[in-house]
């Protein structure tokens, strides 16, 4: 229970200086600074794959699995990366919800760091839910798996544009709507404002919140199942999520304005859910090594990056350049 305490207070600490003091002004941040922030957060989340690795060869920690400290590092490590792959489509959704609102980019930090602190509590309530009903009921492994594959074959056959989100034909933002009243205006970083009526009514930011909130549940639907995959360790799980949504802010920021240069990553997000779902399925007749899960999915992410650039590359060399027209 102490570690626990001790990684809940590091968040909490970790987001008061996020808020309070490194972006206590609101400003736009550049590609550069995302970059930067995106680096910090990845190198951190290796360095506590560290503090995993020691420990779990001390009796600071519950360790239901029996781990070694090897393969709780590597689980940690490969949970993270799964998380984080899986976040890349809700980076897409996060962009369409800002652009929809029309979110100004200076107070865009501010919805994100309030949706995480939302995304923390879900993401907590159903993976406890997880590790409870994987660990009563065995069975579950295979529904997992199944749902897994699914959405990994939903993914491939789903044709461009078929899946169009528009946030303002949301059940959400039609139910949000007969909560409260709902104003288009904006004023600076506040989530709510007077209207004509003199009547408290939710901003364009607070409906984004909103609606990127519910969203991120869904999406957790998807991922919650994946990491359980790889182990069914309350605290390995949890944290390698959390460190995941931690570096979401800064990632969106390092990708918002490049989403069309990695149109490839789609195919890698299937081949890891593919294979997350076949390792739920035959869990009890092949053993696949910590080792070798962890290379599957660091390659399928790396092949999808490098390929998205590549073609990118091709696709401008291709484009006939003015003079030619």
Same mark, same amino acid.
């Given at each position: 229970m102490t570690v +626990?305490?001790?990684f809940?207070s590091?968040?909490?600490?970790?987001?008061a200086?996020?808020? !309070?003091? $490194?972006?206590?002004?609101?400003h736009? /941040?550049?590609?550069?600074?995302?970059?930067?922030w995106t680096?910090i +957060?990845?190198?951190?989340s290796?360095?506590f794959?560290?503090v995993?690795?020691?420990?779990? !060869?001390?009796?600071?920690?519950?360790?239901?699995?029996s781990?070694?400290?090897?393969?709780?590092?590597?689980k940690?490590?490969?949970g993270?990366?799964?998380?984080?792959?899986?976040?890349?489509?809700?980076?897409f959704?996060?962009?369409?919800?800002?652009?929809?609102?029309k979110? @100004?980019?200076?107070?865009? *930090?501010?919805?994100l760091? +309030?949706?995480?602190?939302?995304? /923390?509590?879900?993401?907590?309530?159903? /993976?406890?839910?997880?590790?409870?009903?994987?660990?009563?009921f065995? +069975?579950t492994?295979?529904?997992f798996?199944?749902?897994?594959?699914?959405?990994?074959?939903?993914?491939?056959?789903?044709?461009?544009?078929?899946?169009?989100?528009?946030?303002?034909?949301?059940?959400?933002y039609?139910?949000l709507?007969?909560?409260?009243?709902?104003?288009?205006?904006h004023?600076k970083?506040?989530? $709510?404002?007077r209207?004509?009526?003199?009547?408290k009514?939710?901003?364009?930011l607070?409906?984004?919140?909103?609606?990127?909130?519910?969203m991120d549940?869904?999406?957790?639907?998807?991922?919650? @199942?994946?990491?359980?995959?790889?182990t069914?360790? @309350?605290?390995i799980?949890?944290?390698s999520? /959390? $460190?995941?949504?931690?570096g979401?802010r800064?990632?969106?920021?390092?990708?918002a304005n490049m989403?069309?240069k990695?149109?490839?990553?789609e195919?890698?997000?299937?081949?890891?859910?593919?294979?997350?779902?076949?390792?739920?399925?035959? *869990?009890?007749y092949?053993h696949?090594?910590?080792?070798?899960?962890?290379?599957?999915?660091?390659?399928a992410?790396?092949?999808g990056? $490098?390929?998205?650039l *590549?073609?990118?590359?091709?696709?401008?060399?291709n484009?006939?350049?003015?003079?030619e027209?």
């Amino acid at each position: 229970m102490t570690v +626990w305490i001790l990684f809940l207070s590091l968040v909490v600490v970790i987001l008061a200086l996020d808020l !309070g003091v $490194f972006n206590k002004t609101p400003h736009i /941040i550049s590609t550069k600074e995302a970059s930067k922030w995106t680096g910090i +957060w990845v190198t951190l989340s290796f360095i506590f794959s560290g503090v995993i690795y020691w420990l779990y !060869g001390t009796q600071y920690i519950n360790n239901p699995n029996s781990l070694s400290q090897t393969n709780a590092a590597l689980k940690f490590i490969t949970g993270y990366l799964i998380e984080l792959s899986l976040s890349i489509d809700n980076i897409f959704v996060i962009a369409v919800i800002f652009t929809s609102f029309k979110i @100004p980019q200076k107070y865009q *930090h501010r919805v994100l760091f +309030w949706g995480i602190l939302g995304a /923390i509590v879900f993401r907590g309530l159903m /993976i406890s839910f997880g590790v409870i009903i994987i660990n009563k009921f065995t +069975w579950t492994t295979y529904v997992f798996g199944v749902f897994l594959l699914f959405t990994a074959i939903k993914m491939l056959f789903s044709k461009d544009g078929e899946d169009n989100f528009n946030p303002k034909d949301s059940f959400v933002y039609k139910t949000l709507g007969k909560i409260i009243p709902v104003t288009s205006e904006h004023d600076k970083e506040k989530f $709510f404002i007077r209207n004509y009526k003199g009547k408290k009514a939710a901003t364009p930011l607070f409906v984004a919140l909103i609606v990127i909130e519910m969203m991120d549940v869904l999406f957790a639907v998807d991922s919650v @199942p994946a990491i359980l995959a790889i182990t069914s360790d @309350p605290f390995i799980v949890f944290s390698s999520n /959390i $460190f995941a949504i931690l570096g979401l802010r800064s990632m969106y920021f390092f990708l918002a304005n490049m989403l069309e240069k990695f149109s490839y990553l789609e195919y890698s997000l299937i081949a890891i859910l593919s294979f997350v779902g076949v390792k739920m399925l035959a *869990h009890d007749y092949l053993h696949i090594p910590e080792w070798a899960s962890l290379s599957f999915i660091a390659l399928a992410l790396a092949g999808g990056v $490098f390929y998205s650039l *590549h073609r990118d590359k091709k696709e401008h060399e291709n484009k006939p350049s003015r003079d030619e027209e």
